[in-house]
Nanobody, 119 residues
């Protein structure tokens, strides 16, 4: 089983920046994609960005240019650099790992880290 632990959330003023981290441990050999999701208050969880094991990256269109996803394979860590933050970016940010083994796809989630953008 894969375990994910996010960190880096907090309170930031509009226009500020935060960098989230997600450390993966356990049976990570079958993970082929990592992603960041978020859930804003009163809204459904939405995809923020994904990065595959071969480095392909996709973003939610509305976040392109402000958010950057990356990973450090040596540290088993994924990052989300968030710039020019807006109040509507407030929410709980979750790390997701998708694995494939014996033909089955498995999703694992972290506990989430809260990002609050407010003056």
């Amino acid at each position: 089983q894969v375990q994910l632990v996010e960190s880096g959330g907090g309170l930031v003023q509009p226009g500020g920046s935060l960098k989230l981290s997600c450390v993966a441990s356990g049976n990570i050999g079958y993970v082929f994609a990592l992603a960041w999701y978020r859930r804003a208050p009163g809204r459904q969880r939405e995809l923020v960005a994904t990065i595959t094991d071969d480095g392909r990256i996709t973003y939610q269109d509305a976040l392109k240019g402000r958010f950057t996803i990356s990973k450090d394979n040596g540290k088993n860590t994924m990052y989300l650099q968030m710039n020019s933050l807006k109040p509507e970016d407030t929410g709980v940010y979750y790390c997701n790992a998708r694995s494939s083994r014996y033909g089955a796809i498995t999703d694992v989630w972290g506990q989430g880290t809260l990002v609050t953008v407010s003056s």
